[in-house]
């Protein structure tokens, strides 16, 4: 294809900026002012602290990409900004806005990850301090919850009585199922300088006497017990090929036979191209972990079925991640 128009390279050029708009919004708090109503640009800037001369062109900059409206002059929260980046709302994403200025700060350094073979802007759990760690994870605990409400609406979870929960951070995945599913109790598993953490949120909810926490390596250890089910969610990119098959394998060994397992995170098409969220979030990947990427179907499959697992679906979800669920062979 030839073309003496650069359209595609002129699109890509200012695609960030849309980004960066909502950011600053999330970090002003911006939405969080506007939850009880419109107004004005004055009056934003004013409840904010800032100058409105200067604040104008973002409020301007969210009314074209959708977040914001505006009518004579009062500015107010669109639909999705209302439910989704209003501080304090159960559905609210914008704790993560740390997170996210770190991966996009890291996708510059994507060319030296490259030339040099190491991440750039490593991400070293082990490394990090407790303080780190809580805000991280507290950051993504309403993203973990919703995991849990997405797993409940795509699968009939009525036959499991038990699960294990693989690396659940927060332990949001395991509170959403749990709140909702009272016949399910659950046990998340996860790195001994993370658990303290799950325990503490864990122990903020109502449903602290069905969820055990547990700390292990899943990588290296074999682990005790049997289970109904287990979930790994955005668990498996984060780490090597063989350390992979390794965590499934420690994983389907305690899942009891005709149980299932649940695997939800960034998983490419054999063909490396599709879908493209999960192809994009693999250049986050080479910046923040060693050797940590979105495997392919065919991979995840051959781990899988090594592990003694059976009768393999995937979805793809509409954020580009996949769901897979297979079966231990009776």
């Excluded at 991280?136 to 929960?165: C, I, K, P, V, W």
Aim: aromatic share 6%.
């Amino acid at each position: 294809m030839t073309s003496s128009d650069p359209e595609t390279i002129e699109k890509l050029e200012w695609a960030v900026w849309p980004s960066f708009a909502m950011l600053a919004g999330i970090q002003l708090d911006l939405f969080t002012v506007l939850k009880d109503g419109s107004k004005t640009a004055g009056q934003i800037s004013e409840a904010i602290g800032v100058k409105e001369a200067k604040l104008k062109s973002l409020l301007y900059a969210l009314v074209a990409v959708g977040l914001l409206t505006v009518e004579q002059g009062r500015f107010a929260n669109s639909a999705q900004a209302h439910r989704f980046l209003v501080r304090g709302s159960p559905t609210y994403r914008g704790g993560k806005h740390e997170v996210l200025a770190h991966d996009w700060k890291a996708g510059l350094q994507t060319a030296n990850s490259i030339r040099t073979a190491v991440p750039q802007a490593k991400r070293d759990f082990l490394s990090a301090s407790q303080d780190a760690l809580e805000t991280f994870y507290r950051s993504n605990h309403a993203q973990a919850l919703r995991r849990g409400r997405e797993l409940m609406a795509s699968y009939d979870l009525s036959l499991h009585r038990t699960l294990l929960d693989v690396g659940g951070g927060s332990g949001g995945l395991s509170i959403a199922v749990t709140e909702a599913l009272p016949h399910i109790n659950a046990t998340v598993l996860d790195l001994p300088v993370v658990t303290p953490i799950t325990q503490r949120i864990i122990d903020e909810t109502g449903v602290r006497a069905r969820i055990e926490v547990i700390a292990a390596d899943v990588i290296s250890d074999s682990l005790a017990g049997s289970y109904d089910a287990a979930v790994l969610s955005s668990f498996i990119q984060v780490m090597s090929a063989d350390e992979a098959r390794r965590a499934i394998k420690h994983v389907g060994d305690v899942v009891r036979e005709g149980g299932a397992i649940y695997i939800r995170g960034d998983v490419v098409d054999d063909s490396g191209t599709s879908p493209l969220g999960a192809v994009m979030r693999n250049l986050v990947y080479l910046n923040i972990y060693d050797e940590g990427r979105a495997y392919t179907e065919k991979e995840h499959k051959q781990w899988l079925e090594e592990a003694g697992f059976a009768d393999i679906e995937r979805k793809i979800l509409p954020d580009g991640c996949s769901m897979l669920r297979a079966w231990k062979h009776n």
